[in-house]
């Protein structure tokens, strides 16, 4: 059974730091490109980040770049999200998935990936 758990989430003032976590099992995450989707109360799931199997490359919704950093450690089964200089805009409850090919491409679209966890809650007060 595939299954991908987030944590690391809270509450955090405007301008501070939170590490999302999100770990797999259940599958050989190692050859699957990962990626990071957050939903606004009242909005849709909009993508925020994505690494490619070997954590060669990256790609990030432009609102987060040079902001958020995503990384992997296959070894751990675990993709990461580094949040930094969040703001009250970014409050979400952020969802990892997982690409639904091996060695896939670096997806925007939610509709590439076929696994997610239950979403882990971001808030940013102002």
């Known amino acids: 059974q595939v299954q991908l758990e987030e944590s690391g989430g809270g509450l955090v003032q405007g301008g501070g730091s939170l590490r999302l976590s999100c770990a797999g099992s259940?599958?050989?995450?190692?050859?699957?490109?990962m990626g990071w989707f957050r939903q606004a109360p009242g909005k849709e799931r909009e993508f925020v980040a994505a690494?490619?199997?070997?954590?060669?490359?990256?790609y990030y919704l432009d609102s987060v770049k040079d902001r958020f950093t995503i990384s992997r450690d296959n070894a751990k089964n675990t993709v990461y999200l580094q949040m930094n200089s969040l703001k009250p805009e970014d409050t979400a409850v952020y969802f990892c998935?997982?690409?639904?090919?091996?060695?896939?491409?670096?997806?925007?679209?939610?509709?590439?990936?076929?696994?997610w966890g239950q979403g882990t809650q971001v808030t940013v007060s102002s």
């Open positions: 998935a997982s690409d639904k090919e091996a060695f896939g491409g670096l997806w925007v679209e939610s509709g590439k990936y076929d696994f």
């Open positions: 259940g599958r050989t995450f190692s050859t699957y490109t």
């Open positions: 690494i490619s199997w070997r954590g060669g490359r990256t």
